[in-house]
């Protein structure tokens, strides 16, 4: 089941991503929903490439589930993709949806994240197909990707449930050789009505959860003897249980160990591991985060070595994974050179958050933070940021504040226009329900920036390219009961001033929205570089604490022991914060020289 | 094991770091081999650091170089490289651009750029190769192309043929970007490795 019978074409080096992508055009999925989240965005941007395929942004995953849970109910193969804090606002749907089950197939795929490369935390959502009682299926490599959706989707329809294929950074943004096939056209059977199946009402639902128990005792017989799992190696000495990413690691460190490789990671068949356990000497079980697979082998009643050895935080690697089962540390590795300075990622020259931020640091507010580019403005710097939780949770976070001070000390939150539509509105209709006075900035950049500069609603763009209505945040805002509504250019840091002041000191709710669009999207080849003038700059150092990487110091010239400002003509973008912060006036146009 | 060989492509967000080791790996699938790369996203052209696996062989199992087993490492900067040297091998090479792109810590003053960062990673590196892939890349004629002048350079150390290097830059590459890039990648190939630490670094 799990290697097609029809893969032909000549092998390319995908993605797991796009294994995704093309195992679930070939199952014939006819729609596709996501919110874009690192590691899981290109999943999306490929299906949105095939024909055939109604591939969309949703404003969250939570919509993005639903809107997938109505074209399974109308026979059609659906899929979703979400990072792993995606789940999170997904999981209403997604838990009673393992109750009512499906009708065309639909596959939910989270990409998980150890070592926080791009999150603000390594949740395992291995443990949504155990709280939602769903099978769950993990990849390998980007030729299982593809051939464990096609394999999910069978699963789905053949055990009436929704199934999660779960992924790693290492897995969607690794490439390797993938095979794939052809697609197979599936017509949708339309809707049949069955009210007892989809109305969760408590009386239906209690004759749900009984068929809900009963699928996964059947899953896990079914466990015992796909070749969604396999045993390799001759048994004996060292045998390790491993899944994901972590088999390659296996692989690579200890080619003499027998390897249970578990492709269908739930439920397990007790059978089938504790057959493999009694086959070999020592047993290993080897997982990155939690000891998810652990705790159920240690419930059949088996000794193994895991979590005492395995490290529960970050990410794995070979080095580690052969350091755990050897017990030792194998290779000492050689030392890099010391004292090099680091280099994180900050926000690129010109970023309109910038001007923000800038001005925030003056008004000396609390700053509630959220996900996006903006973040970035929490390094120095700025140190503009002062919470950053999870999509949306500024808004309210400010009112819960407010509320706790009684008003005392002036709260803003920022959030940014993607992240707003995903879960900020909510929030600020809590501030105007609720009697706060809050101010709301909205960094109206005109696109989804982190993750790689996708449209929204606020664009009115689609991912297949339709141009629509685009949102109106200056409507919505008064639409809710915001009076105090204004818009400010961040380029212009007085008027981005004037603004702030006035809506902070209104006793009410008022939203700001900071709107420029960002540089990488918008990339004029018109904007004049600047330069500073260096018989003019007194190296007080003022512009630098915009932290713009386009400026940096030089050193100290002829009698003076101090170090002047330059301007990288290359990265500058023109515009002209610096100059508006330098007291000297010494930061002028480059042109002309 | 040994039969794989492990090139680690370092430098910072924005350089082109992600198509370099697409073009490097389609060259190597195309050459016969199992290919696997690695690399992260979303920080990519934000300015910082990023780095890229590409391991090639009869049978490629995990994506990341285990520590210690670069065999080739390919930066695209100079820091980049320094960080990166501990994970060579004692007899790899190190194939170094001499652009130099300071951190925002050095511009503000706050940590200073390391000026003998070549000759302490030829300290620990058996060969050092330095190519000033900037100058190459404005003498192809766009100085954006430093990415592919390394590719260039990096090419001599492979058995990939000229001509599967031509098709897949062909086939990655529009019609507007090729020709620059067909340029910039044969200066690099050409050779202007150069081994002077005399040279002042080159500033983007």
């Known amino acids: 089941m799990a290697k097609s019978a029809s893969a032909r074409t000549a092998p390319r080096l995908?993605?797991?991503?796009?294994?995704?992508?093309?195992?679930?055009?070939?199952a014939g999925v006819r729609v596709a929903c996501a919110y874009p989240g690192t590691p899981s965005t290109e999943i999306l941007e490929t299906l949105a490439t095939f024909p055939g395929v109604h591939a969309q942004w949703s404003v969250n995953e939570k919509v993005a589930l639903e809107v997938a849970i109505g074209a399974s109910l109308a026979g059609a193969r659906a899929l979703v993709a979400m990072k792993h804090v995606g789940l999170n606002v997904a999981s209403d749907p997604f838990i009673t949806f393992s109750y009512t089950g499906v009708k065309g197939g639909l596959v939910v795929v989270t990409a998980d994240d150890p070592g926080m490369h791009s999150s603000q935390n390594e949740?395992?959502?291995?443990?949504?197909?155990?709280?939602?009682?769903v099978p769950m299926l993990e990849p390998s490599d980007s030729q299982e990707a593809r051939d464990f959706v096609l394999a999910a989707f069978e699963l789905s329809e053949q055990y009436d449930t929704p199934v999660l294929v779960r992924i790693t950074t290492r897995i969607a943004h690794s490439r390797s050789?993938?095979?794939?096939?052809?697609r197979r056209e599936r017509e949708p059977a339309g809707f049949e009505s069955n009210r007892e199946k989809y109305v969760m009402i408590p009386a239906h639902a209690r004759k749900r959860h009984p068929i809900v128990e009963d699928r996964m005792t059947r899953l896990a017989e079914f466990a015992e003897s796909t070749d969604l799992n396999r045993v390799e190696g001759n048994g004996g000495g060292l045998g390790v249980i491993?899944?994901?990413?972590?088999?390659?690691y296996v692989k690579e460190v200890c080619p003499e160990a027998s390897i249970l490789k578990l492709g269908l990671t739930y439920p397990l068949s007790a059978r089938l591991v504790t057959e493999f356990a009694s086959d070999v000497d020592q047993l290993f079980v080897v997982e990155e985060l939690d000891p998810f697979l652990e705790e159920q082998v240690r419930a059949m009643g088996l000794r193994l070595i895991g979590k005492e050895r395995v490290p529960r935080t970050g990410e794995l690697n070979p080095h580690l994974v052969r350091s755990a089962v050897r017990g030792v540390a194998a290779v000492e590795a050689r030392p890099g050179l010391s004292d090099l300075p680091p280099r994180p990622p900050v926000m690129c020259p010109g970023c309109p958050h910038r001007g923000v931020f800038h001005v925030l640091n003056q008004l000396k507010c609390v700053v509630f933070g959220d996900i996006g580019c903006y973040t970035l403005g929490v390094l120095p710097p700025l140190a503009a940021l002062d919470t950053c939780i999870c999509?949306?949770?500024?808004?309210?976070?400010?009112l819960g504040m407010e509320k706790a001070l009684d008003g005392d000390r002036p709260v803003v939150a920022v959030i940014g226009d993607s992240t707003f539509i995903h879960s900020g509105i909510t929030g600020l209709i809590d501030i105007v329900y609720n009697d706060g006075h809050s101010t709301i900035i909205i960094l109206d950049n005109a696109t989804t920036a982190m993750t790689g500069h996708q449209d929204h609603p606020g664009t009115g763009r689609t991912l297949q390219g339709r141009e629509g209505p685009a949102l109106r945040f200056e409507e919505l805002a008064r639409a809710v009961g915001v009076r105090h509504v204004s818009v400010v250019d961040p380029y212009d840091l007085a008027g981005t001033r004037r603004a702030l002041e006035q809506a902070i000191d209104v006793d009410e709710p008022a939203v700001v929205i900071s709107r420029h669009p960002c540089v990488l999207v918008e990339r004029r080849t018109d904007s004049q570089p600047l330069c500073v003038d260096e018989e003019r700059c007194e190296a007080c150092g003022l512009c630098l604490r915009l932290g713009c990487p386009a400026l940096a110091t030089v050193p100290p010239r002829g009698a003076s022991r101090k170090r002047k400002a330059r301007i990288d003509p290359v990265l500058c973008r023109g515009c002209r914060m610096c100059a508006q912060v330098c007291k000297q006036e010494a930061i002028v146009r480059a042109g002309g020289e | 094991m040994s039969s794989i060989?492990?090139?680690?492509?370092?430098?910072?967000?924005?350089?082109?770091?992600?198509?370099?080791?697409?073009?490097?790996s389609e060259a190597l699938l195309h050459s016969g081999h199992d290919v696997k790369t690695t690399e992260i996203h979303g920080m990519a052209q934000r300015g910082g650091s990023v780095f890229t696996d590409v391991r090639f062989g009869q049978r490629v199992y995990s994506p990341l170089i285990p520590e210690g087993s670069v065999d080739i490492l390919v930066a695209l900067e100079v820091l980049e490289a320094g960080r990166h040297v501990g994970s060579l091998r004692e007899d790899g090479t190190a194939l170094v651009s001499k652009q130099t792109i300071p951190p925002l810590a050095v511009a503000l003053g706050a940590a200073e750029y390391p000026d003998d960062l070549i000759d302490r990673i030829g300290a620990v590196v058996r060969t050092v190769e330095v190519i000033d892939a900037l100058d190459l890349a404005r003498k192809a004629g766009n100085v954006r192309t430093a990415n592919t002048v390394v590719l260039g350079a990096l090419s001599r150390h492979l058995e990939a043929s000229p001509e599967v290097w031509g098709e897949v830059l062909r086939a990655r590459l529009g019609a507007r970007l090729l020709e620059v890039n067909l340029r910039a990648f044969e200066l690099g190939r050409a050779g202007n490795a150069e081994r002077d630490s005399q040279a002042e670094p080159v500033t983007s």
């Open chain 1, 391 to 398: 999509m949306g949770a500024g808004v309210g976070n400010a």
């Open chain 2, 5 to 24: 060989t492990n090139i680690r492509i370092v430098g910072v967000g924005g350089q082109g770091i992600l198509l370099a080791s697409s073009l490097l």
């Open chain 1, 123 to 133: 949740q395992d959502n291995r443990h949504y197909a155990r709280l939602g009682k």
């Open chain 1, 177 to 182: 050789r993938v095979e794939a096939g052809e």
């Open chain 1, 14 to 26: 995908l993605s797991g991503n796009e294994g995704i992508a093309r195992g679930a055009f070939e």
């Open chain 1, 242 to 248: 491993t899944s994901g990413v972590s088999y390659q």
